[in-house]
């Protein structure tokens, strides 16, 4: 059996009572960075060797894990903080498992994304989590335009060193009054949470009043837009493409109706 196990986002003391004793019995556990994996083994007096999974060697390694599976064998995979898939190694492991016909199982525990929606104060009846915010242009403005658009509570992870000019770019190009909160060394000794509009966060770090330090959970209220429903049919369509080419009427749309300008040129070019 292959068992994805949750780790200790920040404080080993969190790890379950079932988790220690899986990391006890199993056969190989395969982690992350097996320094760090091996001082939580080292804290519960875990014996067991570990092995490297990660994502530069994720694709060459788990032909080899889906073999030992195949020979019973019992797999724990851990990473260094939270849950594997997460933006951690994992999800082609998962992938492959189910092409096998493998059974796996999840040991649940910490997660940082829930801990950070938790800590903002925010709507957490309905969110959205966007991984690591991007650094290739185009994807951070299609990411924009889709905090424009969304009521969702929107959660993101930055680290220390680029903070700064993802909290710049939201000031440029969202509402400076737009809520947000930064959540950094969760679950640690100096956990902190940061909550204000963008403009008070953005001053913060321009003063030196945040700890660029570790790993950041950004966490964004959702937008107080309400779209337009609106159901279009071919008919519109036609209307709108007797008078502009597509890209001009999408563009269009989307500002009447607040709605994905890309999603409306794909309905508009769509046969």
């Known amino acids: 059996m292959l068992n994805f196990i949750c780790s200790p986002i920040g404080n080993l003391n969190d790890i379950s009572m079932r988790s220690i004793s899986l990391l006890q019995t199993v056969d190989f556990i395969y982690a992350e960075d097996t320094r760090n994996t091996n001082k939580l083994l080292k804290k519960y007096n875990i014996d067991n060797k570990t092995l490297s999974f990660h994502e530069h060697n994720e694709d060459k390694v788990t032909p080899k894990i889906i073999k030992q599976l195949n020979s019973g064998s019992e797999i724990a995979i851990i990473t260094d903080a939270g849950s594997p898939c997460i933006s951690d190694p994992g999800y082609y492991l998962s992938q492959e498992c189910i092409k096998h016909n493998i059974e796996y199982t999840v040991i649940p525990g910490p997660s940082s994304v829930i801990n950070a929606l938790i800590l903002s104060g925010m709507p957490s009846d309905s969110f959205t989590f966007k991984g690591f915010f991007p650094r290739k242009n185009k994807s951070q403005i299609e990411i924009i335009d889709f905090l424009k658009r969304t009521n969702d509570t929107v959660i993101f992870f930055e680290s220390a060193k680029r903070i700064s000019s993802t909290i710049n770019f939201f000031y440029k190009n969202l509402s400076q009054d737009r809520g947000i909160a930064l959540c950094r060394e969760m679950t640690k000794q100096f956990e902190e949470t940061l909550r204000g509009s963008i403009k008070n966060i953005k ?69």
């Open 203 to 271: 001053e913060k770090l321009k003063n030196d009043e945040i700890i660029l330090k570790g790993e950041f959970v950004i966490v964004v209220d959702g937008t107080n837009n309400k779209p337009y429903d609106i159901n279009f049919d071919n008919k519109t369509r036609e209307l709108y493409l007797k008078s502009l080419p597509p890209k001009d009427a999408a563009k269009l749309i989307a500002t009447i109706t607040n709605q994905n300008k890309r999603e409306i040129y794909n309905w508009l070019i769509d046969k």
